[in-house]
């Protein structure tokens, strides 16, 4: 897997961090604050926030399209913007103390940097919560601290069109002069292992839960699957 790579590159959400469930749970905290109709029920919030981040990846910010898809479903009085904004509002508990890393994942990440691997973060999360990760969230600094281990963080803020769209991979290659063979991504969703299906760079499907929706499709376009970090330290040489 390794053999010939000289840049890793991680996704955030799902992939390095467990924080996909927090999300369903933040959105779920969220439409229950918006919602007019006195309703409890909630759809399958990953699938409706998936499908909507798709459809608006080219957008300037797909998060506000995806709030003003909730402002019109639920009949919010508040703007996409407002919504967008409440929302963050509500995340910040679980960005700074209950998200961290996936089991393991902190062990690679600092293997791979004593080997000599460059380091890099791609995601389509806002710079907002990886300053959080970064600075705020006790558990994973005391871990593997990211500022200490990535060459590159690049988010939302630093690409015109979020993944599949493979721009963010485009743009670490060419910042690290890097071939597209000598790159590994890691990523945990459908729309990540597109993305680094388009850019040209071996994918590595790490397992998540949360995407058990689309894992027939995810498996047939990763290069390799993985179970968990603990496994892959078990089999892996560095």
């Known amino acids: 897997m390794l053999k010939g790579k000289k840049v890793i590159i991680f996704d955030m ?47 300037a910010n797909p998060y506000v399209e995806y709030c003003g898809l909730l402002k019109n479903k639920y009949g919010s009085a508040l703007s996409p913007e407002e919504i967008h904004t409440l929302r963050y509002d509500i995340a910040q508990h679980f960005l700074k103390n209950v998200v961290g890393y996936k089991p393991d994942a902190d062990v690679f990440l600092r ?54 769209n493979p721009e963010i991979y485009l743009r670490v290659m ?25 850019a040209g760079v071996q994918s590595v499907a790490v397992y998540d839960r949360y995407s058990d929706g689309e894992r027939e499709q995810i498996n047939a376009l990763a290069d390799y699957q993985l179970e968990s970090y603990t496994k892959l330290l078990e089999q892996e040489a560095f």
Do not use: H
Not at 39 to 56: H, I, K, M, S
């Open 174 to 198: 060419q910042e690290l002069n890097a071939l597209p063979e000598e790159c590994l991504i890691f990523e945990d969703s459908l729309i990540g292992i597109e993305a680094a299906k388009r």
């Open 13 to 59: 959400d799902g992939t390095l961090i467990d924080s996909v469930g927090v999300w369903n749970d933040v959105d779920r905290a969220l439409i229950q604050r918006i919602r007019t109709d006195g309703g409890t029920d909630t759809p399958d919030v990953q699938v409706q926030r998936d499908e909507a981040l798709r459809q608006f990846s080219k957008s």
């Open 111 to 164: 293997r791979l940097k004593e080997s000599g691997y460059t380091l890099v973060i791609a995601t389509t999360t806002k710079r907002g919560n990886m300053d959080i990760y970064r600075t705020q969230n006790a558990q994973m600094m005391a871990k593997a601290n990211i500022d200490d281990l990535f060459t590159l963080i690049y988010t939302r803020e630093d690409v015109r069109e979020i993944k599949p």
